[in-house]
Each structure stands twice: as structure tokens, then as C-alpha cells.
């Protein structure tokens, strides 16, 4: 079995940032996805040009302050200039009410602001998982092949009892559209909602899967209790010969 260990939010704040660079230098972080309307992006690209080991995947982006483009008809908000805000997009998206011609063109902009400074990425995910919904789906889908991006993470969650029948079957599905349409690994799980017992069961979890890879996605933060568990000898030896990024699944 082959782990990822994906940092989220690459670019969203300068700790957020170390926090991700102290989990890859001396724990299990392989990867990180950066967001490109982050407001810490150039500290961001910074780290993973002194980081080569480091797989960069971005963090496409359709809520909050994260626009790059200025000039939409339907995906930012008139009162901020900027996209709404994940509760309203949610709603939007769910209408109809965002053009796929400006999330390709949107999404195109961060991934060329991106490959400009020199960063191959390595795969694409999304802020909040927006790409759970069909038209998000299918621009992110576009945007892959257009840039060649090599994988997007997968529609498919592992090892979560919170998520009632209906919703794994909704996500099985979009995990086979996906699958059937570009390159994914086997499903991705995260330690949101873990406490530090939790944590550890999961990840003895992940480890004795019979999957050939699993990402696991995290957000290093004290607060979260995540980056003392990243960081753990004891973790960190156990994970040692799982671990690879999606970089390396291209080689």
C-alpha cells in the first residue's frame, strides 16, 4: 500500500505554511496543494522550491477571497469583487448559476500562475471539496487534460462511518465518473473530527488496507492536534516505507 500525505491550504497563511514545511521535514507530509489566490502564495512557492521532495498539487478555488481572474459574470460576488463565500457558492453551484466557461477560465489562471513560477504540479484537488459537485467536476476534469495535470484526487472517502448510505453511493458514483474519465488512486480519507486516539487507530487503519493507494488529507495545525501526530517517531517510522507522493506514481 502506498500512502500520500497531502497538506491542504499550501498559501493560506505563513503558518499555515511552516506548519506544512515542519510536517514534511520532520514527519509524513509528502505533498501539499496550494492555493493560488492564498494571500501567503509567494511564501508558498518559496518552501517548495527549497522543498523539492515536496509533490505540489494545487488547491483550485471557486469561494472566498481566492479569485485570480477580476472580470466574471457569474462567478464573483458585485459587492466584494470576489467569489462568494462557500455557503452561497455551494447554493450556486447547485442551481446552475455558475458559467463552465468561467471556471475553466478561472481554473486555468491559477494553474498557469502556478506552472509560471516554475512548479510542476502534480495533481489537482479543491478548497471544500467542490468537485464533489458534477459542473465543478467536469471543468476540473477539463483543466487536467488541457494542462496535463497527471492525477485529481479521488471522489471515493475511506474509513469514515459518519456518512450516511445515500451519501457513499452519491460518492462511489462520482468516484467511477472520475476514475473513468482520468487518472485517480483508490480514495483518500482525513483525520478531520480526530481526536488523538482516533488518529492513531486510523492510520493503523490505513496501513493494513489491502488498497495500492490511499491519500490521506491533512491540515497541520496545533489546534487540531494534527501536527503533533504528523510528527510523531513513532508514526513516522510506521509510515516510512508506505509513503510516496502522486509525483512519484508518474515515474
Known sequence: ?????????FG??????????KCHQ????????????????DDAIQLAKENPKLGIGLHLAIDGPNNIGK???TLLDPQ????????????????????????????????????????????????????????????VIEV???????????????YSSRNPFPKNIYRLYHQFYLSSRYNTIDGYTSLIGCDSEQMFSKFQTILNSNKR??????????????????TNPEIVQKAQNHL????NLVQ
Open 26 to 41: 520532520n514527519g509524513i507530509v509528502t505533498s501539499a496543494t496550494i492555493l493560488s489566490g492564498g494571500k501567503n502564495f
Open 1 to 9: 500500500m502506498k500512502l500520500i500525505v497531502n497538506a491542504d491550504d
Open 71 to 73: 472580470k466574471y459574470a
Open 213 to 230: 493507494t490511499i491519500e490521506l488529507v491533512v491540515h497541520p495545525l496545533k489546534e487540531n492536534g494534527e501536527i503533533d501526530f504528523l
Open 144 to 158: 487536467a487534460k488541457k494542462y496535463k495535470i497527471p492525477y485529481i484526487r479521488p471522489q471515493k472517502i475511506l
Open 244 to 247: 510516496t507522493n502522486y509525483g
Open 80 to 139: 466584494t469583487g470576489e467569489f462568494y463565500e462557500d455557503i452561497v457558492a455551494v447554493k450556486k453551484i447547485r442551481k446552475g448559476d455558475f458559467n463552465v466557461e468561467e471556471l475553466v477560465s478561472e481554473y486555468s489562471l491559477q494553474i498557469e500562475k502556478v506552472k509560471n513560477e516554475g512548479i510542476t504540479i502534480t495533481h489537482l484537488d479543491h478548497h471544500h471539496h467542490f468537485h464533489l459537485y458534477f459542473p465543478i467536476l467536469k471543468a
Open 12 to 21: 493560506f497563511s505563513e503558518e499555515v505554511n511552516a506548519n506544512i514545511e
